[in-house]
């Protein structure tokens, strides 16, 4: 089962999200928080084999610590769980900073249900998950100025996209792990990112490599 921790200030939706969890026999919710400030709390407070897999985290939430803050000291976590944004804000700017900042993935909350199960499972997997509305608005950006990449760049930032660490790339290619390291910068450099689901992001939305 896929453990999903909920974060969201307006308690309806919540109760909404959770109705929807808690029917589903794939997903089961460890908890819910109105804000980032909680989610960390609560992800500290939980043991390790009761964490989630995957936490669904909307963007503005009043007061509390906002999802994009939320989002990076997640990562910052060891062995930190997938963080599925869930929002009604689809601004380059918010997309742009919340995939910067880690996100797994990008939805918007007018996605059905079937769609965000398959986002969760998806993110739980660690692929990266774009509504189709974002990942147009990425590509849009990305056309205005299309990245080139090597053909060794891009068959790394490929085998990224399907989940592979540094190491495992390094076996892979048969090349080692410093020089891995030393493509991804030229990688990111190109791209205008700073973090690996950015970079997949942008590969993804550009087409220069292919989901899963």
């Known amino acids: ?17 959770r109705a929807m969890v808690d029917e589903l026999p794939e997903l089961v919710a460890v908890g819910e928080a109105a804000d980032g400030a909680e989610a960390l709390r609560l992800l500290a407070a939980l043991p390790a ?74 993110a739980s997997r660690g692929e990266t998950v774009l509504a189709p509305p974002v990942a147009a608005r990425l590509l849009g950006r990305v056309r205005a100025g299309r990245p080139t990449l090597s053909p060794r760049e891009a068959e790394i930032l490929q085998l990224l996209a399907e989940g592979l660490a540094n190491r495992q790339i390094s076996k892979r290619l048969f090349i080692s792990e410093a020089t891995v390291k030393t493509h991804l910068v030229h990688i990111y450099e190109k791209l205008g990112v700073d973090s690996r689901t950015a970079a997949i992001a942008a590969g993804l939305s550009s087409g220069l490599i292919r989901a899963g």
Request: negative net charge.
């Open 1 to 17: 089962m896929i453990r999903v921790l909920l974060v969201d200030d307006h308690p309806v939706v919540r109760r909404g999200l």
């Open 49 to 122: 084999a009761e964490r989630p897999h995957v936490v669904l985290m909307d963007l503005q939430m009043g007061a509390g610590m906002h999802g994009v803050e939320a989002t990076r000291r997640i990562n910052e976590l060891p062995a930190p769980p997938a963080v599925l944004i869930l929002t009604t804000y689809s601004t380059d700017a918010d997309i742009l900073a919340a995939v910067e900042a880690g996100a797994t993935g990008y939805l918007l909350k007018d996605a059905p249900p079937q769609e965000l199960v398959a986002a969760v499972q998806a």
